[in-house]
T-cell receptor, first 121, second 112 residues
C-alpha cells in the first residue's frame, strides 16, 4: 500500500527549456504533497509543501516563479522547473501524505516517490 | 528552530562489523522519529519510533528512541556490502501537515 509514482525517473534537456515532473498517489488520496531537492551526497532539502486545491507553501530561498507547483487533485501534484539551467540539475523527490488514510499505512507521515534525476545541459 | 543532527556523517567498515548511527533532535512537539535507507533512488522506510525505550527490529537492523536524551540510534549488525547507503533520520514535529525535518544523513560504506 501507499504507492507514490513519480514520472519521469530521469530527464536530460537543454538549458532554457521547462521540465514538468509528476507525482501521483496510486492507492490513497494525498491531501498534502511535498517536493524535495537533493544534491549528491547531501540530505533531502524541502522545497515546498502543497495542499490539494490551494497554493503551495515554499521554503525560504526557493524561488516560486522558478519552481511551479500545482496540486489540482487529490492524487496528482506537478513540479515544473521553468527555464531550467545547469545549476537546476539535481535529484527531485516527491512525497505524499494522507491524513485521513494514515492508519492504513502504519501512520507514516509521508510516502516517497522514486525520484527524478534532472540533468540540464 | 527545529533541528536534526546525525553522526557520524560518513563511515567505512568491513563486512561483518557492527555499526551504530546516531541521531539527535530539537523539535517542537515531537510526534515521531523515522529512519530511512537511501541507495540510488528515494528513501526507503526502515523504522518509525514514537515511544522511548522500545526497540524496533528488522533482521540485522534495530533502532531505539530516547526521548529524555532527544536522540535515537540505528544499529546494524553483521554488516554486508548491500548495507552501503545513506541513512537518513527525520523527525515529525509540531506541524499537522506531516512535514519532516531531515538530518544531514550518514553515508555508510561496507567493504568486502
Amino acid at each position: 500500500g501507499a504507492v507514490v509514482s513519480q514520472h519521469p525517473s530521469w530527464v536530460i534537456c537543454k538549458s532554457g527549456t521547462s521540465v514538468k515532473i509528476e507525482c501521483r498517489s496510486l492507492d490513497f488520496q494525498a491531501t498534502t504533497m511535498f517536493w524535495y531537492r537533493q544534491f549528491p551526497k547531501q540530505s533531502l532539502m524541502l522545497m515546498a509543501t502543497s495542499n490539494e486545491g490551494s497554493k503551495a507553501t515554499y521554503e525560504q530561498g526557493v524561488e516560486k516563479d522558478k519552481f511551479l507547483i500545482n496540486h489540482a487533485s487529490l492524487t496528482l501534484s506537478t513540479l515544473t522547473v521553468t527555464s531550467a539551467h545547469p545549476e537546476d540539475s539535481s535529484f527531485y523527490i516527491c512525497s505524499a501524505r494522507s491524513y485521513r488514510d494514515r492508519g492504513r499505512f502504519g501512520n507514516q507521515p509521508q510516502h516517497f516517490g522514486d525520484g527524478t534525476r534532472l540533468s540540464i545541459l | 528552530e527545529d533541528k536534526v543532527v546525525q553522526s557520524p556523517l560518513s563511515l567505512v567498515v568491513h563486512e561483518g562489523d557492527t555499526v551504530t548511527l546516531n541521531c539527535s533532535y530539537e523539535v517542537t512537539n515531537f510526534r515521531s522519529l523515522l529512519w530511512y535507507k537511501q541507495e540510488k533512488k528515494a528513501p526507503t522506510f526502515l523504522f518509525m519510533l514514537t515511544s522511548s525505550g522500545i526497540e524496533k527490529k528488522s533482521g540485522r537492523l534495530s533502532s531505539i528512541l530516547d526521548k529524555k536524551e532527544l536522540s535515537s540510534i540505528l544499529n546494524i549488525t553483521a554488516t554486508q556490502t548491500g548495507d552501503s547507503a545513506i541513512y537518513l533520520c527525520a523527525v515529525h514535529g509540531s506541524s499537522n501537515t506531516g512535514k519532516l525535518i531531515f538530518g544531514q544523513g550518514t553515508t555508510l560504506q561496507v567493504k568486502p
